[in-house]
């Protein structure tokens, strides 16, 4: 089962055309990458919250559907105070897939 939505990023490639694609691509790893770094129940969760609102965003322009389910429901419960009950490590992973898997697949596919 893929964590993509490959029609969202075919989508996407053809609005901003090749070149602009792999910049985007590229910037999104790289932001994503950091935000997933420093996620932590521990900080406020508040702060939380937009951090996942940020992935959740994120996740839904690149077709990362299983990830911006997770920081869906993570927002939510980080919005009612609830950060214990958020499963971090099953969106890290979410996003591990999902980037392993478009890594995988080349950009010239598209």
């Keep these: 089962m893929t964590t993509i939505d490959w029609r969202q990023l075919e989508q996407l490639q053809s609005e901003v055309g090749q ?3 792999q910049e985007v691509v590229d910037l999104f790893l790289d932001e994503v990458d950091e935000v997933i770094a420093r996620l932590d129940a521990a900080q406020p ?3 939380l919250e937009e951090d996942l609102h940020f992935l959740k965003g994120s996740a839904l322009n690149l077709g990362f559907k ?3 389910t997770l920081c869906q429901a993570g927002e939510k419960r980080a919005a009612q105070g609830q950060t214990a009950d958020i499963d971090l490590g099953e ?3 979410a996003y591990q897939t999902g980037r392993d898997e478009l ?3 080349s950009a ?3």
């Design 66 to 68: 299983v990830l911006s």
């Design 45 to 47: 969760a508040r702060a």
């Design 19 to 21: 070149d602009a694609f």
């Design 91 to 93: 969106i890290r992973a």
């Design 103 to 105: 890594v995988a697949h």
């Design 108 to 110: 010239s596919a598209f």
